[in-house]
């Protein structure tokens, strides 16, 4: 998670940050879309978004052999890793690992900043806030669930870290 959180900035530096910018459109790229997404593009990027660091921690984690989906709800998307049949939220956007989410018992929060009033403490405050009260939206029932290569698609992906670490194309 923290390897995958160091690769981008979140969204668009000031002035361009009224537009929400991602790997495959930002103001690096004028705003107009690169196409289809690539490991490449995606690592020479320096803006991200939710769905990039999901895209790059679902491909880091299958290479290291996890079992991983994509979870999604409305305005956010980021990865569920599946360790002894527990189901944890790995969030590498905003650093936040939550233990064992989606089960019926109580949600450890874990958080991770480099520093007080960094970017990524902004965004925690919004889903600690929302995991641990509940907001709208951020519930475990409240969650789709995407496996990584239907996932990829959704995005015109065209790279996938399979378990053996051979960079495969999902189309």
Known sequence: ?????????????????????????????????????????????????????????????????????????????????????RKHLVDANTLVFADDYFSDGKTTLLYFSPYPGSRIQQFQQYEIDSLAFGLEGFGPDDWTVYNPIDHEKLFDAEFLIDGTGTVSSVK
């Open 1 to 85: 998670m923290l390897v995958v959180g160091a690769f981008y900035d979140y969204g668009n530096p000031y002035p361009n940050d009224e537009k929400s910018g991602c790997v495959s459109i930002n103001q690096n790229t004028g705003f107009h879309s690169i196409g289809d997404l690539t490991f490449e593009a995606m690592k020479k990027s320096d803006i991200g978004c939710c769905t990039d660091y999901t895209l790059m921690l679902i491909s880091f984690l299958r290479y290291l052999d996890y079992d991983v989906n994509a979870i999604i709800t409305s305005g956010h998307q980021t990865t569920q890793v599946i360790i002894d049949g």
